[in-house]
């Protein structure tokens, strides 16, 4: 089997959120003891940069701008995603790929589950494919 549960919530502290009880969907690929990976890197970084974004929709920007709000009121420590998004990778710029949330967008939680379906969680995918990343890419890694 590829999932499980934990029997007790959130067992090593990390305040998992939604579903204290869930646990990675595979445990022997999904691991980073050392903690190098950079595919999940600068997600907060990239929600504020959102919250400012015109090519954003209002709504987006808005709950953004809100949770800004609730940390400087101390009500909480991190931006969320807003309700239904995903801060979706660009194709070709996946975190399997190394690239960390600087490459990513908001996106419908179930076009972003149904493109991985599609494309082997970004497996498929050339580097770059998308195009988007061109120029904010000069200098690194393509």
């Known amino acids: 089997a590829e999932s499980g549960q934990y029997i007790s919530p ?42 400012n974004d015109p090519k954003q929709p209002s709504h987006v ?8 709000n609730s940390i400087a009121r101390g009500q909480r420590t991190n931006i969320r995603n807003p309700p239904g998004y995903q801060l979706a990778h660009w194709r070709g710029y996946e975190s399997a790929k190394g690239y960390g949330y600087e490459y990513s967008d908001p996106q419908h939680t179930d076009l972003h589950k149904r493109q991985h379906k599609y494309d082997g969680r970004g497996k498929k995918n050339k580097p770059g494919a998308s195009g988007k990343g061109k120029k904010a890419c000069k200098g690194k890694k393509q």
């Open 61 to 68: 920007r808005g709950w953004i701008k809100q949770e800004q």
């Open 10 to 51: 959130d067992p090593i502290g990390l305040d998992g959120g939604f579903g204290p009880y869930s646990y990675v969907h595979n445990p022997l690929e999904w691991v980073d003891p050392l903690g190098l990976s950079t595919g999940r890197a600068g997600k907060q970084a990239r929600l504020k940069e959102l919250a």
